[in-house]
């Protein structure tokens, strides 16, 4: 099975700086097969990029993707007040288990 | 509008079980492969079990593998997991999502299950 790990745990930031947030694999991932998706406190998650790099239906261009093999990385820039929330990396691979990081929470 | 609604949970004594449902509406739901999801309270994501549209293909995560089973009812638009055997730490928020390119696009609001004497 592969094991994602996010880094940093916590980051702390203020608006209208950038976030760089780190996901690393056990093993190297096709990045078709990497997404991240954005979750806030009483909600479900939200997908954000899937594919590495490719935005999901209505997610601002301040978020970004990237990476290959086994790290990945998210960028958000000019954090707006609404991007506070904890952020899951997740390998979706050809078949299960799918697995997901740990979550980084993005603080003001 | 594309939902996806969870029911069926509740409180249940260890070694229970409980049936989760997901209402699909607002798209063509035969096609797409579906997920449970569950987070335990304060903890991260964890994915539990996927099934493709025509239900050829299942999958279980270890920590549920034989104790669990997904299923779905195309002409009702609609997911299901049965839980058997519940533990303590089953006790999470379980989410319906469904599936395109293996990511996944929409999400549930969630049922919660207790697992708790």
């Known amino acids: 099975e592969i094991v994602l790990t996010q880094s940093p745990g916590t980051l702390s930031l203020s608006p209208g700086e950038r976030a760089t947030l780190t996901c690393r694999a056990s093993?190297?991932?096709?990045?078709?097969?990497l997404a991240w998706y954005q979750q806030k406190p009483g909600q479900a998650a939200r997908l954000l990029i899937y594919?590495?790099?490719s935005r999901a239906t209505g997610i601002p261009d301040r978020f970004s993707g990237s990476g290959s093999g086994t790290e990945f990385t998210l960028t958000i820039n000019r954090l707006e007040p609404e991007d506070f929330a904890v952020y899951y990396c997740?390998?979706?691979?050809?078949?299960?288990?799918?697995?997901f990081g740990q979550g980084t929470k993005l603080e003001i | 509008e594309v939902q996806l609604v969870e029911s069926g949970g509740g409180l249940v004594q260890p070694g229970g079980s409980l049936r989760l449902s997901c209402a699909a509406s607002?798209?063509?739901?035969?096609?797409?492969?579906m997920n449970w999801v569950r987070q335990a309270p304060g903890k991260g994501l964890e994915w539990v079990s996927y099934?493709?549209?025509?239900?050829?293909?299942?999958y279980y995560a270890d920590s549920v593998k034989g104790r669990f089973t997904i299923s779905r009812d195309n002409a009702n638009r609609a997911s299901y997991l049965q839980m058997n055997s519940l533990r303590a730490e089953d006790t999470a928020v379980y989410y319906c999502?469904?599936?395109?390119?293996?990511?996944?696009?929409?999400w549930g609001q969630g049922t919660m299950v207790t697992v708790s004497s």
């Open positions: 999502a469904r599936s395109v390119e293996g990511a996944f696009d929409v």
């Open positions: 607002g798209f063509n739901f035969s096609p797409y492969s």
């Open positions: 099934i493709t549209g025509d239900a050829r293909r299942i």
């Open positions: 093993q190297s991932i096709n990045s078709r097969y």
């Open positions: 594919g590495a790099s």
């Open positions: 997740q390998q979706y691979g050809n078949s299960p288990p799918f697995s």
